[in-house]
T-cell receptor, first 111, second 112 residues
Framework: EAGVTQFPSHSVIEKGQTVTLRCDPI?????LYWYRRVMGKEIKFLLH????????ESGMPNNRFLAERTGGTYSTLKVQPAELEDSGVYFCASSGGGTQYFGPGTRLTVL | GEDVEQSLFLSVREGDSSVINCTYTDSSSTYLYWYKQEPGAGLQLLTY?????DMKQDQRLTVLLNKKDKHLSLRIADTQTGDSAIYFCAGVAGAGSYQLTFGKGTKLSVIP
């Protein structure tokens, strides 16, 4: 069974540009989470989907971040416009209700 | 909310045991997890322990939970060079929550 996949693995953009990250959860997992790790800091929760609904978006830093999960399958996280402090590794995880399984992450660098 | 603290670095010789420690603040955490991140890779679930357990053993891994002191440890027996990685302790943020709260991670270096 395929694990959580994320695309792209790396993205380098300039400040002010837009980037869209994609996450494909494990098939059948209703719960999908986004986390990020900024350099030198802890991995922080961003938001949680149950199917296509946002269950908890308390960790989203500001309105430059938009997450969607249309159809309750894959999810996208768009950053528009990107700022320097958005650089870090963005992780996606999915679960069937318990243990969260993580993807490999997308490393975002904003120059 | 939950706070999780870990020491940042640990260095051990190949064949020795490694003990990675973690303290947490939220006693309502139902599950506590250990994740492993190898260089250039994502987070791999290593093991977890339910809050009503004191110990869990899985091959070379032993997890100890002291609920009174809110202390969690991961012991790796016969540490190998392939165990070199960053180990993250994580717990849920509170009752009814799904948010995982992570420590900063302990970088384990295994000396051949």
């Amino acid at each position: 069974e395929a694990g959580v996949t994320q695309f792209p693995s790396h993205s380098v953009i300039e400040k002010g540009q837009t980037v869209t990250l994609r996450c494909d959860p494990i098939s059948g997992h209703d719960n999908l989470y986004w986390y990020r790790r900024v350099m030198g800091k802890e991995i922080k929760f961003l938001l949680h989907f149950v199917k296509e609904s946002k269950q908890d978006e308390s960790g989203m830093p500001n309105n430059r971040f938009l997450a969607e999960r249309t159809g309750g399958t894959y999810s996208t996280l768009k950053v528009q416009p990107a700022e320097l402090e958005d650089s870090g590794v963005y992780f996606c995880a999915s679960s069937g209700g318990g243990t969260q399984y993580f993807g490999p992450g997308t490393r975002l660098t904003v120059l | 909310g939950e706070d999780v603290e870990q020491s940042l670095f640990l260095s051990v010789r190949e064949g020795d045991s490694s003990v990675i420690n973690c303290t947490y603040t939220d006693s309502s955490s139902t599950y506590l997890y250990w994740y492993k991140q190898e260089p250039g890779a994502g987070l791999q679930l290593l093991t977890y322990i339910f809050s009503n357990m004191d110990m869990k053993q899985d091959q070379r891994l032993t997890v100890l939970l002291n609920k009174k002191d809110k202390h969690l440890s991961l012991r790796i027996a016969d540490t190998q060079t392939g165990d070199s990685a960053i180990y993250f302790c994580a717990g849920v943020a509170g009752a009814g929550s799904y948010q995982l709260t992570f420590g900063k991670g302990t970088k384990l270096s295994v000396i051949p």
